[in-house]
């Protein structure tokens, strides 16, 4: 995470073949640059996609470090190409520049035409921003204290959408100037935000923030649509694909980034096609990319704070005073889970700390010391399932006795398993470096020494914002088909309002069964309106 790494060189470059460069010339246009010429900076809106045919790049971050040089057939560039984010790097000329330079939307263009291109570039890019998130100094500064809300609201949001930052924290202790950047301003001008190239920001709201980043489409006070899809993890982009390819005026809606949980896998190693997995970034940017292909229109950070049914169109009001009406809904807000309060989860998450424990976490395992943690027959499964796989697991859980909430045959199989358990065990703090576990701290102050962790602590919908609109199981899922009465499969209780993903009562938690739901629902969609 930026906030604590050194400098990493990201992974090598890949380079485009001759008659990739060929195609190249034939859309773009053959520039030269001397040594010393900057290419794009830091803080410009925008750059285009640059081949090298002859000399070399320099990459270099806002302090003038080099992170990486690119050669010739190499080629520059990162997500925010296509994204429209500030430039978070600057290209430095370091030999005599022979280059082909393609506008950005020409670039798009042809990244859709050509499967082969496509597959090169994009994968460069989410590796290249990948890399860039580890580098420190790249991208946005934030200022500060954990204590804040606001900071912590921003933090997750940079994070949701994979922008590089470092964090300054004055209540860290080992930064003094932190506190200083933050002397004299009131509450509601934290967090400072620093953007690329200077610009400075006091306490924004995600959207302000994202608005001065380039990205995310602002919405009218009023829009209309044919589809709104609320969400955009795999069942909403896997509605928006299906919805804007077979001819629907589709608006996708999500209150922090595109891509959901899925965005937040660091490999997802089942979903269908992929025998050697891939990472949540690249499978749900490839997935934005799409959707954005056959024309949705993708609309972030917005926020569904009310939904209020009607016969030809149904109203769903966002956070800032906006509304859409649209012909039909689809709710794909998901379900979040419960995560720990800790400040640095986010460094572990997907690389040592998990929230299922399939075949490939416990292979991950073998003969390692691992805490489960959570009180729940869930909890009590992972942690038999990982003793067989021959795991050292130790059970934490914060009640006096496991009895109040697992089930008795469990907590015996757990003991059968050689499984310790710690009853009134909350765990306090993360230790380890590069998101490599090493141990806890517990509540209690006493330390653990644990490789792996595996969080069971519940999952809670995202649907409190529906309140009795429409009909929810005593979890709060959403009701779906029969138990909705309803005449189709994701139909609700509420005709033209559907629901696919996690969020539905009875769902199956994969990124497979979203996509798959998510495209079944604009078939859904279709009959709706065939009826009405
Ligand atoms: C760390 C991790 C690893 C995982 N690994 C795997 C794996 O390997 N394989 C696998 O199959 N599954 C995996 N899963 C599960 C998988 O990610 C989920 O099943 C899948 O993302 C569900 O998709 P969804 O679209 O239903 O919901 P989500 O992905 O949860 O997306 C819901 C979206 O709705 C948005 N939203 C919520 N409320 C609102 C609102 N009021 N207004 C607007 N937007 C809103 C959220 O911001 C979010 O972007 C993993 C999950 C996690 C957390």
């Known amino acids: 995470m930026a906030s604590t790494a050194?400098?990493?060189?990201?992974?090598?470059?890949?380079?485009?073949?001759?008659?990739?460069?060929?195609?190249?010339?034939?859309?773009?246009?053959?520039?030269?640059?001397?040594?010393?010429?900057?290419?794009?900076?830091?803080?410009?809106?925008?750059?285009?996609?640059?081949?090298?045919?002859?000399?070399?790049?320099?990459?270099?971050?806002?302090?003038?470090?080099?992170?990486?040089?690119?050669?010739?057939?190499?080629?520059?560039?990162?997500?925010?190409?296509?994204?429209?984010?500030?430039?978070?790097?600057?290209?430095?000329?370091?030999?005599?520049?022979?280059?082909?330079?393609?506008?950005?939307?020409?670039?798009?263009a042809l990244l859709f035409e050509d499967g082969p291109m496509s597959d090169l570039v994009l994968s460069a890019f989410i590796a290249r921003r990948e890399g860039l998130q580890r580098v420190q100094g790249v991208g946005l500064e934030i200022v500060g204290p954990r204590s804040s809300q606001a900071t912590m609201r921003i933090l997750d949001f940079v994070r949701t959408n994979r922008i590089p930052f470092t964090w300054r924290d004055p209540e860290r202790g080992d930064d003094p100037t932190a506190a200083t950047?933050?002397?004299?301003?009131?509450?509601?001008?934290?967090?400072?935000?620093?953007?690329?190239?200077?610009?400075?920001?006091?306490?924004?709201?995600?959207?302000?923030l994202s608005r001065a980043l380039g990205i995310g489409r602002e919405l009218a006070p009023l829009e209309?649509?044919?589809?709104?899809?609320?969400?955009?993890?795999?069942?909403?982009?896997?509605?928006?694909?299906?919805?804007?390819?077979?001819?629907?005026?589709?608006?996708?809606?999500?209150?922090?980034?595109?891509?959901?949980q899925a965005g937040a896998s660091r490999r997802i190693e089942n979903y269908l096609g992929f025998p050697a997995g891939i990472s949540g970034t690249e499978l749900t940017g490839r997935a934005v990319t799409q959707a954005r292909k056959f024309d949705a229109r993708l609309a972030t950070p917005y926020r569904a704070n009310s939904l209020e049914p009607g016969g030809e169109r149904h109203v769903v009001r966002l956070e800032d005073?906006?509304?859409?009406?649209?012909?039909?809904?689809?709710?794909?807000?998901?379900?979040?889970?419960?995560?720990?309060?800790?400040?640095?989860?986010?460094?572990?998450?997907?690389?040592?700390?998990?929230?299922?424990?399939?075949?490939?976490?416990?292979?991950?395992?073998?003969?390692?010391?691992?805490?489960?943690?959570?009180?729940?027959?869930?909890?009590?499964?992972?942690?038999?399932?990982?003793?067989?796989?021959?795991?050292?697991?130790?059970?934490?859980?914060?009640?006096a006795d496991l009895r109040e909430t697992m089930s008795a045959y469990l907590i015996r199989e757990v003991a059968d398993c050689g499984v310790v358990v710690r009853d009134k065990s909350e765990i306090a703090a993360l230790h380890g470096a590069d998101g490599q576990l090493e141990a806890v701290t517990l509540a209690s102050g006493e330390n653990l020494q644990f490789s792996f962790l595996f969080l069971f602590l519940g999952a809670l919908p995202c649907t409190e914002w529906l309140g009795d609109t429409?009909?929810?199981?005593?979890?709060?899922?959403?009701?779906?088909?029969?138990?909705?009465?309803?005449?189709?499969?994701?139909?609700?209780?509420?005709?033209?309002?559907?629901?696919?993903?996690?969020?539905?009562?009875?769902?199956?938690?994969?990124?497979?069964?979203?996509?798959?739901?998510?495209?079944?629902?604009?078939?859904?969609?279709?009959?709706?309106?065939?009826?009405?």
């Open 6 to 108: 050194t400098q990493v060189a990201p992974p090598d470059s890949p380079t485009l073949s001759a008659s990739q460069l060929k195609t190249l010339a034939g859309v773009g246009e053959e520039r030269t640059a001397d040594v010393g010429d900057v290419l794009y900076r830091i803080g410009d809106a925008s750059y285009p996609f640059i081949a090298i045919l002859e000399g070399e790049v320099a990459i270099v971050d806002a302090a003038g470090n080099e992170i990486v040089r690119h050669g010739a057939s190499s080629f520059l560039g990162e997500l925010n190409l296509l994204s429209g984010q500030t430039v978070f790097v600057t290209a430095l000329v370091t030999q005599p520049l022979r280059f082909i330079a393609v506008e950005r939307e020409r670039m798009r």
């Open 181 to 208: 950047l933050l002397a004299g301003l009131d509450t509601a001008s934290i967090p400072l935000v620093r953007l690329p190239g200077g610009t400075e920001l006091r306490g924004p709201s995600s959207g302000q």
């Open 224 to 260: 209309e649509a044919d589809l709104l899809v609320v969400g955009a993890g795999p069942a909403g982009l896997g509605a928006a694909v299906y919805g804007a390819s077979e001819g629907l005026d589709t608006l996708v809606i999500d209150s922090s980034g595109l891509g959901g």
């Open 321 to 399: 005073d906006r509304e859409v009406a649209a012909r039909a809904v689809l709710l794909a807000t998901g379900a979040q889970y419960r995560r720990l309060p800790v400040e640095n989860l986010a460094d572990y998450e997907g690389i040592t700390v998990f929230y299922a424990a399939g075949p490939p976490e416990a292979q991950l395992c073998g003969a390692e010391r691992v805490a489960v943690v959570g009180g729940g027959n869930s909890a009590g499964q992972a942690a038999v399932w990982l003793a067989r796989g021959g795991a050292l697991v130790t059970l934490l859980h914060r009640r």
């Open 470 to 532: 429409i009909g929810r199981d005593d979890d709060g899922f959403i009701l779906t088909g029969p138990a909705a009465n309803a005449d189709k499969l994701l139909g609700t209780t509420v005709p033209g309002v559907f629901a696919a993903g996690d969020v539905r009562s009875g769902s199956t938690k994969r990124c497979a069964t979203a996509v798959g739901e998510g495209a079944l629902a604009v078939q859904l969609v279709h009959a709706h309106f065939a009826a009405d």
